[in-house]
């Protein structure tokens, strides 16, 4: 079993609608969680850490739970510019990250 | 300010042939990553190190791989010999001490990868 999985997709969903991702993780030591943003053949981006229940930025909002080890992410009133792949990550140790395989979202007009 | 610097951007090499890989992480930053993406395997880690330390390189796929940290703005990954399997983006990335950002542990930069093509 990988340490961090994720759907693949892809997600195809019409501009304006809430899409949400969920992501598990095996590692119950795990201490952080992020949420990373990866467009087509560029780098991976940080798009929202999570440190503690969860953490809102506009349209996004990423939720933790501990007790079934997994982390979510939605996306609210979802933009063309939205599309890209969303990475998960969890890092339970000096400052290792592992990642899992990443969501494709494409949102269509 | 510039971010983490990686060269070359792509490389197409022939089977058995060394490929080096190079990156300059960002200024201040004491931890450096090479990670390699696939479409199969995603994003995996490969390497890290902590103030030009390697810590951990249990990603590090077989003796063909070799990484090393000169000093704190300068890093390289070699595969020698290369074979087509090796075929993936390889990115590297810095970050923060713990404790510099918001949380215990710290956002990863990114560079822009190499595009590496083994024939």
């Known amino acids: 079993r990988k340490e961090v999985e994720q759907d693949p997709g892809p997600f195809n969903v019409p501009e304006g609608a809430t899409v949400a991702f969920n992501c598990t993780y095996s590692?119950?030591?795990?201490?952080?969680f992020f949420w990373y943003r990866q467009d087509c053949r560029k780098e991976p981006k940080l798009l929202m850490s999570?440190?503690?229940s969860g953490n809102e930025d506009g349209r996004f909002t990423a939720q933790l739970n501990r007790a079934s080890q997994y982390i979510s992410l939605l996306i609210r009133d979802s933009k063309l510019s939205d599309s890209a792949t969303y990475l998960c990550a969890s890092s339970g140790g000096y400052q290792k990250v592992t990642f899992g395989i990443g969501t494709k979202l494409q949102v269509i007009p | 300010d510039a971010g983490v610097i990686q060269s070359p951007r792509h490389e197409v090499t022939e089977m058995g042939q060394e490929v080096t890989l190079r990156c300059k992480p960002i200024s201040g930053h004491n931890s450096l990553f090479w990670y390699r993406q696939t479409m199969m395997r995603g994003l995996e880690l490969l390497i890290y190190?902590?103030?030009?330390?390697?810590?951990?390189d249990s990603g590090m796929p077989e003796d063909r791989f070799s990484a090393k940290m000169p000093n704190a703005s300068f890093s390289t990954l070699k595969i020698q010999p290369s074979e087509p399997r090796d075929s993936a983006v390889y990115f590297c990335?810095?970050?923060?001490?713990?404790?510099?950002?918001?949380?215990?542990?710290?956002?990863?930069?990114f560079g822009p990868g190499t595009r590496l093509t083994v024939l």
């Open positions: 590692n119950s030591a795990s201490q952080s």
């Open positions: 190190f902590n103030n030009n330390v390697p810590i951990d």
């Open positions: 990335a810095s970050s923060e001490p713990p404790g510099a950002g918001k949380g215990p542990y710290n956002e990863q930069f």
């Open positions: 999570v440190y503690s």
